[in-house]
């Protein structure tokens, strides 16, 4: 069973950059398209990003386009979001998801494996 673990999470000042990583182990992270969501408190899990088991394909959800960058190293097992541009609306908890297929989609139900999470906190 694939397991995932989030690293990089902290406390930024707004327009500030964070790279979080995710870290993929038990089974080989070439085999996992892996997305980026977020729970802010209160709030549902929503959908931030996601990158295909090659890494040439990614999607990410409006609210970050142009500001969050996904990419991968699939011989280091590991995918990164690098944050830019931070905002206090970024502020949430952000955990990766796999699943075994070529590029996963935008919902949380269709994801079986995620991290613990990883806090992100942006101030003004």
């Known amino acids: 069973q694939v397991q995932l673990v989030e690293s990089g999470g902290g406390m930024v000042q707004v327009g500030d950059s964070l790279s979080l990583s995710c870290a993929v182990s038990?089974?080989?992270?070439?085999?996992?398209?892996v997305a980026w969501f977020r729970q802010a408190p209160g709030k549902d899990r929503e959908f931030v990003s996601v990158i295909s088991r090659t890494g040439l394909g990614t999607l990410h959800a409006d609210s970050v386009l142009g500001r969050f960058i996904t990419t991968r190293d699939n011989a280091k097992n590991t995918v990164y979001l690098q944050m830019n541009s931070l905002k206090p609306e970024d502020t949430a908890v952000y955990y990766c998801a796999a699943k075994p297929v070529l590029l996963g989609g935008r919902t949380v139900s269709e994801y079986n494996t995620w991290g613990q999470g990883t806090q992100v906190t942006v101030s003004s």
């Open positions: 038990g089974g080989p992270a070439r085999n996992y398209s």
